[in-house]
C-alpha cells in the first residue's frame, strides 16, 4: 500500500494493519443513491455489475452517484429509467437506512431508499443481470462491501 506523507498505518486490537482517522478523513466522500425496489411478493431487486466495470460480477442495488446539485431522490429517478426502464414519482421513493463504508480511494455514503410502486417492465438495461430475491436470501448473493450491511435491515424489516 503507497501512502501519502500524511498517512500512517498503525495495527489495531485485531492486529490488522488501519490508516490513522486522520488519513481516513481526507478521503474524498462519494454520495450514491440506491433503490430496494420491493414487488408485491416481498422479493427485492439485485443487478449484477457487469463486465469492465469496478466489482464486476458482484450484486447491487440499482442507483448511482448523485450529481453536483442533484438530491438523491433526483438521481434515483434519473437512474432507475436509465437502468432498468422504469419510471418513479418521488413520493414512491421513501428514505429507509444508509451505509458508510471506506473504500481505498475514496468514502461512500449511500442511502437506500425503499420503492414499492413503479411505472414500467424493470429490464436489465446497463447490467449483466437481474433477480428478484426474497430477503432472507439475499446474503446468498455476493455484494459489494458498502451494500453487505443493508441485506440485514432488509431481511428484518421486510
Avoid: N
Avoid at 454520495?31 to 449484477?48: E, K, M, S, T, W
Avoid at 447491487?60 to 434519473?78: D, N, Q, W
Amino acid at each position: 500500500m503507497d501512502l501519502r506523507p500524511d498517512q500512517a498505518l498503525h495495527r489495531d486490537q485485531r492486529g490488522l494493519s488501519v490508516l490513522t482517522a486522520a488519513a481516513e478523513a481526507r478521503k474524498p466522500i462519494l454520495l450514491v443513491a440506491a433503490a430496494a425496489l420491493v414487488d408485491v411478493d416481498g422479493r427485492v431487486l439485485l443487478c449484477q455489475r457487469p463486465k469492465g466495470k469496478q466489482l464486476a460480477g458482484l450484486w447491487e442495488f440499482p442507483g448511482g452517484k448523485v450529481e453536483p446539485g442533484e438530491s438523491p431522490e433526483a438521481c434515483l429517478i434519473r437512474e432507475l429509467e436509465e437502468e432498468l426502464g422504469i419510471r418513479v414519482a418521488q413520493a414512491c421513493l421513501a428514505p429507509f437506512v444508509f451505509t458508510s463504508h471506506a473504500y481505498d480511494s475514496f468514502h461512500l455514503l449511500m442511502p437506500l431508499f425503499l420503492c414499492r410502486r413503479w411505472d414500467g417492465v424493470v429490464e436489465a438495461r446497463e447490467h449483466e443481470a437481474i433477480a428478484w430475491v426474497k430477503p432472507s436470501k439475499m446474503s446468498d448473493y455476493p455484494m459489494p462491501p458498502a451494500d453487505v450491511p443493508l441485506v440485514a435491515w432488509l431481511r428484518d424489516c421486510l
